[in-house]
């Protein structure tokens, strides 16, 4: 690939980001085919050291913050004009309606956003849980078998002292599962997190190159 | 853990590339390469991150007809540097406790 279709494809692959981010990034791996190139390499080989194009632009992303992404969003979907007289009066007189309206669906976008937050957290929590009540079973059920054999019964002492020993004995491996699971759910959380960023530029992609 | 730290050393090994004299990117990576190696798309993070944190300052100068970008570094860079240096000398204390008790145990 030459300088010139490695720049475009970038280009491509960023359409959606803030321009100065767009230029900023541009000018950057510019100057280094340009560098490369001065140093005495081919210019499709200087191209080819830069790496992937899929990496670079995953490394662009991942270091803008979402909200400057979700900022260039808004503003790129706001309209150019000023509201006219007759818009606004429409806005003023019609605030009973669209106040509440508005402000009932952000409480409850918020609440959404809030419970998925919880049941992220929760859901992880429930493992770690039910290894510790298999643990206290095993504890427990220790505890019974000796009182059951204070008391007389032996063969019911045994059966006790056995069932807890399998409890205590399943919530040590149950515990590094645990562990798997959690780690697991959090890289996904990272992975939904990139997701979401890929799915602000995609939308303004349309209508160019798809990747 | 260990990306925290590598990014960490990434930052202060950048800062000393221009701590002498202004540099520019590729002379960054080529000054880096016989101690760590660093491809451009990790070098781009990076310096957007210092300049952020205001540990160095861009500016643009022609070089045969076209813009380059070079960086220089601020006071709180150096200050970065140093106290990199001063944190090290923690390590490398751990470091010798650390390989102390490896020997004890064998």
Redesign the interface.
């Given at each position: 690939m030459n300088k010139e279709s490695f720049i475009t494809e970038l280009k491509n692959n960023l359409a959606g980001l803030p321009e100065d981010e767009i230029k900023?990034?541009i000018?950057?791996?510019e100057?280094?085919i340009?560098?490369?190139v001065?140093?005495g390499m081919p210019e499709e080989e200087a191209v080819a050291?830069?790496?992937d194009i899929k990496?670079?632009t995953k490394?662009?992303l991942?270091?803008i913050p979402l909200k400057k992404i979700v900022k260039e969003k808004v503003k790129s979907v706001k309209p150019k004009r000023g509201l006219r007289a007759w818009e606004i009066v429409l806005l003023v007189v019609g605030s009973p309606i669209w106040f509440p309206l508005g402000l009932s669906l952000a409480i409850i976008a918020f609440v959404f956003v809030l419970v998925l937050y919880l049941l992220y957290w929760i859901f992880i929590l429930v493992f770690y849980l039910i290894d510790l009540c298999i643990a206290l079973c095993g504890v427990a059920g220790i505890a019974a078998g000796v009182v059951a054999f204070i008391q007389g019964g032996g063969p019911a002492g045994f059966f006790f002292v056995g069932c807890g020993l399998v409890c205590a004995g399943l919530s040590i491996p149950f515990f590094f599962l645990c562990n798997i699971i959690a780690k697991g759910i959090l890289n996904l959380s990272k992975l939904i997190g990139r997701g979401i960023k890929s799915m602000f530029i995609r939308k303004k992609k349309e209508g160019g190159n798809e990747q | 853990m260990e990306n925290q730290m590598k990014r960490g050393l990434l930052d202060v090994c950048v800062l000393a590339a221009i701590k002498d004299e202004d540099s520019?990117?590729?002379?960054i990576i080529k000054d880096m390469s016989p101690y760590l190696e660093i491809?451009?798309?990790?070098l781009?993070?990076i310096?957007?991150?210092l300049e952020t944190a205001e540990l160095l300052t861009v500016r643009s100068a022609e070089h045969?007809g076209?813009?380059?970008?070079y960086y220089h570094i601020t006071d709180s860079g150096l200050e970065r540097i140093n106290s990199f240096k001063e944190e090290w000398k923690e390590i490398m204390k751990i470091y010798e406790f650390v390989t102390k008790e490896g020997e004890k145990n064998e």
């Open positions: 900023k990034s000018d950057y791996y100057e280094m340009d560098d490369r001065e140093d050291a830069l790496g990496s670079i490394n662009i991942e270091d | 520019y990117g590729y002379q491809s451009e798309s990790t781009y993070p310096l957007r991150r045969n076209r813009l380059r970008k």
